[in-house]
C-alpha cells in the first residue's frame, strides 16, 4: 500500500494552515533551514513573506530554488514537502500580503496585534518585506493515515 497522497490531497494539505519549514541553499554552508508561515491556493504558487535584510531575505533573493516542508503535529502523521524554482520576488503590500498570512496563522484579532506589535504598517518601508513565490515542481508526500484502512482492527 502506498503512503503517498493524490494530487488532490497533498494540495488541499499545504493549503491548509501549518507552520511551514523552509530549506535555503547557502554557498559554504548547509542550507539554512527555519520556520516560516507561507500562503497556498491549490493549483497555484507558494509563497512567504519575510525581511528584505534578513539572513532568509537574502538567500531567498540569491537562490533559484527553494524547498518548503509542512507537516502534521498529531498521529496519523502526514506530511508535504514542495520544491521548485523561485517564481517571483517582489516587495511585500501588508494589506494584500501581510495582514492575510497573520490572520491565517493567528486569526484577525490577534493577527492585528502581532501586526501592531511588530510596528505596524507604518513601520514597514516600501521594500523592507519581500513576497518570495515557489512554483512547485517536485513533491514529496506521506500520509501515514493510509497504513490503517476501517475495519482492519488498528483504527
Given at each position: 500500500?502506498?503512503?503517498?497522497?493524490?494530487?488532490?490531497?497533498?494540495?488541499?494539505?499545504?493549503?491548509?494552515?501549518?507552520?511551514?519549514?523552509?530549506?535555503?541553499?547557502?554557498?559554504?554552508?548547509?542550507?539554512?533551514?527555519?520556520?516560516?508561515?507561507?500562503a497556498y491556493e491549490p493549483g497555484?504558487?507558494?509563497?512567504?513573506?519575510?525581511?528584505?535584510?534578513?539572513?532568509?531575505?537574502?538567500?531567498?533573493?540569491?537562490?533559484?530554488?527553494?524547498?518548503?516542508?509542512?507537516?502534521?503535529?498529531?498521529?496519523?502523521?502526514?506530511?508535504?514537502?514542495?520544491?521548485?524554482?523561485?517564481?517571483?520576488?517582489?516587495?511585500?503590500?501588508?494589506?494584500?500580503?501581510?495582514?492575510?498570512?497573520?490572520?491565517?496563522?493567528?486569526?484577525?484579532?490577534?493577527?492585528?496585534?502581532?501586526?501592531?506589535?511588530?510596528?505596524?504598517?507604518?513601520?514597514?518601508?516600501?521594500?523592507?518585506?519581500?513576497?518570495?513565490?515557489?512554483?512547485?515542481?517536485?513533491?514529496?508526500?506521506?500520509?501515514?493515515?493510509?497504513?490503517?484502512?476501517?475495519?482492519?482492527?488498528?483504527?
Amino acid at each position: 500500500m502506498s503512503l503517498r497522497m493524490s494530487i488532490q490531497e497533498r494540495e488541499a494539505f499545504l493549503a491548509d494552515v501549518h507552520v511551514g519549514i523552509i530549506s535555503i541553499a547557502e554557498p559554504g554552508r548547509g542550507p539554512l533551514t527555519a520556520p516560516i508561515w507561507y500562503a497556498y491556493e491549490p493549483g497555484g504558487e507558494l509563497w512567504v513573506v519575510t525581511a528584505a535584510a534578513s539572513r532568509k531575505g537574502r538567500l531567498l533573493r540569491a537562490a533559484e530554488r527553494f524547498s518548503l516542508c509542512a507537516q502534521s503535529e498529531t498521529p496519523p502523521y502526514k506530511y508535504v514537502s514542495v520544491e521548485g524554482p523561485v517564481a517571483s520576488i517582489r516587495a511585500s503590500d501588508y494589506e494584500l500580503d501581510e495582514r492575510p498570512l497573520a490572520h491565517r496563522y493567528l486569526g484577525p484579532e490577534f493577527g492585528d496585534r502581532y501586526l501592531e506589535a511588530t510596528g505596524g504598517s507604518a513601520a514597514r518601508e516600501d521594500g523592507a518585506e519581500l513576497r518570495i513565490a515557489l512554483r512547485p515542481e517536485r513533491w514529496l508526500t506521506v500520509d501515514y493515515a493510509k497504513e490503517f484502512s476501517p475495519g482492519d482492527g488498528n483504527s
